[in-house]
């Protein structure tokens, strides 16, 4: 008896792994970049530049980042150039294709204005948490007023009292 009550608590215990059926999955999510032959990534790769810059949909990528995601662009047509589709590369090649490709992904993902962001947090004065969402764009564009509001009441002269 013994036994089975150990494995009657193993069994309830366990993942359980249920079939998924395509009418419950998620939609999939269309990614930034995928590079297919060369004609299609130059398209992609003059989309993605500028959306980099300021007011575009990656408008407040870091310079870092944004080094990082150039730097890919270059790997990816160079092996594009290389050997004109994906279907005719070595197998290393496509391994480092995907690879560049994936790391713009997410580096663009990451910074993508659209990006909902949301917070499960207490205000202050109180104990009960909310929740509140707002776009990476939202939270970036406030982030900017602060830093531009700090060096506003930085660079104004301050009175003191009782002079």
């Known amino acids: 008896m013994n036994r089975f009550a150990t494995l009657v608590a193993a069994l ?11 009418a419950h999955a998620a939609p999939p999510v269309a990614k930034p970049l995928v590079a297919q032959s060369l004609d299609s990534f130059m398209q992609d790769q003059a989309r993605i530049r500028k959306d980099m810059q300021p007011g575009g949909q990656y408008g407040y990528i870091s310079n870092l ?7 890919s662009l270059a790997q990816m047509q160079n092996l594009l150039t290389a050997n004109k589709s994906k279907a005719d590369m070595p197998e ?10 994936e790391e713009i992904n997410g580096i663009l993902e990451h910074n993508d204005n659209n990006r ?3 917070e499960h947090v207490a205000p202050v004065g109180s ?3 909310v929740t509140t969402c707002h776009t990476y764009a939202e939270i970036m564009a406030q982030r900017e007023r602060q830093v531009n509001d700090m060096r506003r009441m930085q660079a104004t002269p301050q009175h003191k009292a009782g002079g």
């Not at 309830?12 to 395509?22: F, G, N």
């Open 12 to 22: 309830a215990l366990s993942p359980c792994i249920l079939p998924t059926s395509d």
């Open 65 to 71: 980042e944004k080094n990082r995601v150039e730097a």
């Open 92 to 101: 290393s090649d496509k391994v480092a294709l995907v690879n560049a490709q």
């Open 116 to 118: 909902l962001v949301c």
């Open 127 to 129: 104990h009960r948490p």
